[in-house]
């Protein structure tokens, strides 16, 4: 029997992201960091494997029928994973490169997921001691330090509106910009930021962002707890054919391409259908 999701499992999990964003913030403060290449050319420094370790013992310390799947640990294959009824889906340290630039736009993303859709998300950003976690059914909230909780919604698109697009800061490509140029046609009036991290979902979740779209690799541990987060507040993560976004259905951890969407009526397919555009999977 699979425990349910409560204040008091959504405590724990909080104070284990913010232990290993402690860990986290004492490597970054470290003149020299250790940065390692892994196979994938992607970098992992001392801080990855420090809140990895961390987050394992304690997420088996709260259900230990969970399996866990982090980026920073051996990953199972679909044989096995397709078994899991529930399951924790954790990138220790998104954002290694904004880390590793100093920048501070990095983030510990924790999430529950229930069979091919995350339940809880839970992201903590360490530089400014911040927590964002939510899911579809209960809702979306912020805490900035030990201070008040606050309910997040996204916004809805009035016309004529000024909306605000997001773009990767380390990671833009060339089909993402083709997107965010359509959408000057689209839109009266349109502010484009570029966001490090989870914080890109987090900021359409609170409702300072509209729309987000990832037209480049990404993998599962990268996106599932804030979806939760930005559904849990009113909005959307779509595929390619504007269905929800999925997770452990196919071999690859890789994600294919899909649009973080504050207000869910935005409809992209107006101005460019996506379904057109190549697998990146595979």
């Known amino acids: 029997m699979t425990t349910p999701v409560n204040e008091s499992m959504i405590s724990a999990i909080k104070h284990i992201a913010h232990q290993a964003g402690q860990a986290i913030l004492d490597v970054y403060g470290k003149k020299q960091r250790s940065i390692k290449e892994k196979p994938d050319q992607t970098p992992v420094t001392e801080a990855d494997l420090l809140a990895n370790e961390i987050i394992l013992a304690g997420l088996n310390a709260v259900q230990p029928h969970y399996p866990i799947l982090s980026e920073e640990s051996a990953h199972q294959p679909l044989a096995q994973r397709k078994r899991w009824q529930r399951h924790w889906l954790v990138d220790p ?8 630039n100093r920048n501070g736009q990095f983030t510990v993303n924790i999430a529950l997921m229930e069979a091919n859709y995350p339940i809880l998300g839970i992201v903590y950003a360490p530089t400014t001691h911040t927590f964002y976690w ?12 030990s201070g008040e909780v606050k ?18 800061r380390s990671y833009s ?7 965010i140029e359509k959408l000057h046609s689209y839109f009266e009036s ?9 914080l890109k979902g987090c900021k359409i979740a ?5 729309i987000y779209p990832r037209l480049g690799p990404t993998s599962e541990w990268d996106t599932a707890a804030v979806q939760a987060i930005i559904e849990g507040a009113g909005g959307s993560v779509l595929n390619r054919y504007g269905r929800r976004f999925k997770y452990n259905y196919k071999e690859s951890l890789t994600n294919d391409i899909f649009v973080m969407l504050g207000d869910p009526k935005i409809d992209w397919h107006r101005f ?8 990146i999977t595979k």
């Open 134 to 145: 939510g899911g579809e059914h209960y809702g979306s909230f912020r805490q900035e330090k």
């Open 206 to 210: 609170e409702g300072s962002a509209d």
């Open 272 to 279: 460019w259908n996506l379904t057109n555009l190549p697998d």
């Open 151 to 168: 309910s997040i919604t996204t916004r809805r698109i009035a016309k004529g509106q000024k909306i605000t697009t997001l773009g990767s």
């Open 173 to 179: 490509n060339s089909a993402s910009n083709k997107f």
């Open 93 to 100: 340290l998104d954002g290694t490169q904004e880390f590793i």
């Open 190 to 198: 349109i502010q484009f930021f570029q966001v490090g991290s989870s």
